[in-house]
């Protein structure tokens, strides 16, 4: 299709307040890549609804999402950036994949038992096949590179298993993608559990820091994250709080953490911390500014949506009219 350039495709889901994690681990790394490929960044508002959603809210925060993307620098008219909903392939194409997976392999998804367990009286066959709509997705759009966190791989790797399935039996239909981890920040963890991911879903909101927190309240809790009593800055899996600090700080300002092993060699723990905190400020505080200054520009954010959605619609839909000849459905009489 598409190919003068490698085809780029992630998502995000609009479910919660965004934190840190999901700006280093996925968005930060989308708009470095966004000059060297073709990118879809979709609004996967589909997948939200695997978990009940008030319909007001999750209106409003997708299209949160959507200014996010765009006030994060990825330029709409260069990045085909729209909601998931907007464009029936996805769904269609889902459909199809599913029934080329197996009960097996989506048992085997952890993210389905956590949220099966978390959701224990909603455990609905959405939400099981939920990494197959993920598969529709990337595969729709002859996706090259996904770019995602650390907590995505497993749903990666199902997407490849069900490419190569469907080429083997009908020939090169789909590009098998290749996940992008960025070298610091792909899985960022929470501030008070170091051996859990900072998730929007967290109960304890210390945990976490929200994209639109303000200054002091990321300073609070980055004074208040969890550390160790070694009281010796180092970079190891034995301290992993404060190697989620350094995480944090390497992934926003670009550093090594080797240069910032050194830089804060011989000084405190709290040092560190105002540190990682001024840095988090540095990087969300302009972000956070132009997300107000584009909400106020209905018209342009508007004017994005639907030109987008055609344009994405435009290529699934290549896809999908093969999938749906190489399956055996037939030829539509125009
Ligand atoms: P979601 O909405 O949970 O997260 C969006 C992106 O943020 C990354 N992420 C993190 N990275 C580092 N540290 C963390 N603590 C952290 N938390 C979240 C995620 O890895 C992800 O890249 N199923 C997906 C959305 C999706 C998708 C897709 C992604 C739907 N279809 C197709 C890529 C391609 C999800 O729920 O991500």
């Not at 459909?95 to 009960?103: E, G, H, K, N, R």
């Not at 939920?130 to 497993?154: E, R, T």
């Not at 200054?215 to 004074?223: E, S, W, Y």
Request: glycine residues 6%; neutral net charge; contains cysteine.
């Amino acid at each position: 299709m598409i190919k003068d350039k490698k085809v780029l495709f992630s998502g995000m889901q609009a479910t919660g307040n965004l934190t840190l994690g999901n700006y280093l681990g996925a968005l930060k790394n989308w708009v470095t890549l966004s000059d060297d490929y073709e990118c879809f960044y979709s609004v996967v508002d589909m997948h939200s609804i695997t978990i009940r959603q008030d319909p007001a809210t999750l209106r409003k925060r997708a299209r949160a999402l959507l200014t996010l993307y765009i006030a994060a620098g990825l330029d709409p008219k260069k990045n085909c950036i729209y909601y998931q909903s907007h464009v029936s392939g996805h769904a269609e194409l889902a459909w199809i994949l599913d029934c080329f997976t197996y009960m097996g392999e989506l048992n085997r998804m952890t993210q389905f038992k956590d949220k099966a367990a978390k959701h224990a009286d909603n455990i609905n066959a959405g939400l099981f096949t939920y990494p197959v709509l993920m598969a529709a997705d990337i595969l729709l759009y002859q996706a090259d590179v996904v770019p995602v966190g650390i907590d995505q791989m497993q749903h990666l790797e199902l997407t490849r298993n069900i490419a190569i399935r469907f080429n083997n039996l009908y020939g090169d239909v789909f590009t098998v993608p290749e996940a992008y981890i960025g070298k610091v920040g792909a899985k960022i963890m929470s501030l008070q559990d170091p051996s859990k991911k900072m998730s929007k879903s967290d109960e304890n909101p210390n945990g976490s820091i929200y994209l639109m927190d303000d200054p002091d309240t990321i300073m609070r809790k980055c004074k208040r994250a969890v550390t160790d009593s070694e009281a010796c800055v180092a970079y190891r899996e034995e301290q992993p709080g404060l190697k989620n600090l350094i995480d944090i700080y390497c992934a926003c300002l670009g550093k090594t953490p080797g240069e910032a092993v050194k830089e804060f060699e011989g000084k405190g723990y709290g040092e560190l911390k105002m540190a990682v905190g001024e840095a988090v400020v540095s990087v969300l505080k302009p972000l956070q500014e132009e997300v107000a200054r584009l909400e106020k520009d209905k018209a342009y954010i508007d004017s994005i949506i639907k030109e987008n959605s055609e344009k994405a619609q435009y290529f699934a839909n290549k896809t999908l009219r093969k999938v749906q000849r190489k399956v055996g459905f037939p030829d539509r009489i125009r």
